[in-house]
């Protein structure tokens, strides 16, 4: 959104660390404050303001009161991808090496992540489970999104940017790609991690994992 030049990048500042760091260099007194303080910051000259939302952000929200106050403002966009395993893998490394962007040269950690299929299935499994979340908030409050499709964006972007603008009232927005400033981070480990994951079988026998699948979806009722 940072490359069309009238919307501002969608940074995720209701991540609790950043909350607290705020409230002790602002002496913010309450998460509405906190709020507040940041939609004046980030606002554009049109009153635009962006974030980047979790579930757990969502349900922050819901609770302090806020999402109810700016709901009627407010458009969303939901961005899933094609490729679960391949977003578990970002997600993992990502978790590993506290590097989350391209724009960040060195892993924090100083670690080289370690692969797992155990924390790969975990991460496809709360992935899965985010996804039905925010799809049960859609329906539960009649909101039709936007819906992005990562591998789909990377390879067209004009329809989903012009989409974006004409929900918040920028028709013909554009996205002008000499101030892309984040690459995507796929590198040879990414395969790597595919590969060996495809290749194990798993540790849970066939049968076992559909039983436990039936049992989810209420087709088995444990006794």
């Known amino acids: 959104m940072l490359t069309t030049r009238q919307l501002p990048h969608a940074k995720e500042f209701l991540n609790a660390e950043e909350i607290v760091a705020a409230a002790a260099r602002h002496g913010h007194r309450n998460f509405q404050e906190y709020v507040s303080w940041q939609a004046r910051s980030l606002a554009?000259?049109?009153n635009i303001v962006t974030a980047k939302l979790s579930i757990s952000?969502?349900?922050?929200?819901?609770?302090?009161?806020?999402?109810e106050q700016i709901f009627d403002r407010s458009r969303f966009v939901f961005v899933t991808r094609e490729d679960t395993l391949g977003q578990a893998i970002s997600l993992?490394?990502?978790?590993?090496?506290?590097?989350?962007?391209?724009?960040?040269?060195?892993?924090?950690?100083?670690?080289?992540?370690?692969?797992?299929a155990r924390r790969l299935r975990k991460a496809m499994a709360i992935i899965g489970t985010q996804n039905r979340q925010f799809e049960a908030f859609f329906a539960g409050n009649r909101i039709e999104p936007v819906r992005i499709v990562y591998e789909r964006l990377i390879a067209e972007p004009e329809p989903y940017v012009r989409e974006i603008g004409r929900q918040v009232g920028l028709d013909g927005l554009r996205t002008d790609p000499s101030r892309l400033l984040l690459q995507r981070q796929r590198s040879a480990l990414n395969a790597e991690w595919r590969a060996r994951f495809l290749a194990e079988k798993p540790n849970v026998p066939l049968g076992n994992r559909i039983r436990s699948l039936l049992k989810r979806i209420g087709i088995i009722r444990p006794f």
């Open 44 to 46: 554009t000259r049109r």
């Open 57 to 67: 952000h969502l349900e922050m929200l819901g609770d302090s009161g806020i999402l």
């Open 92 to 116: 993992e490394i990502a978790l590993q090496t506290g590097q989350w962007s391209s724009r960040m040269t060195k892993s924090p950690s100083g670690r080289p992540p370690r692969y797992s």
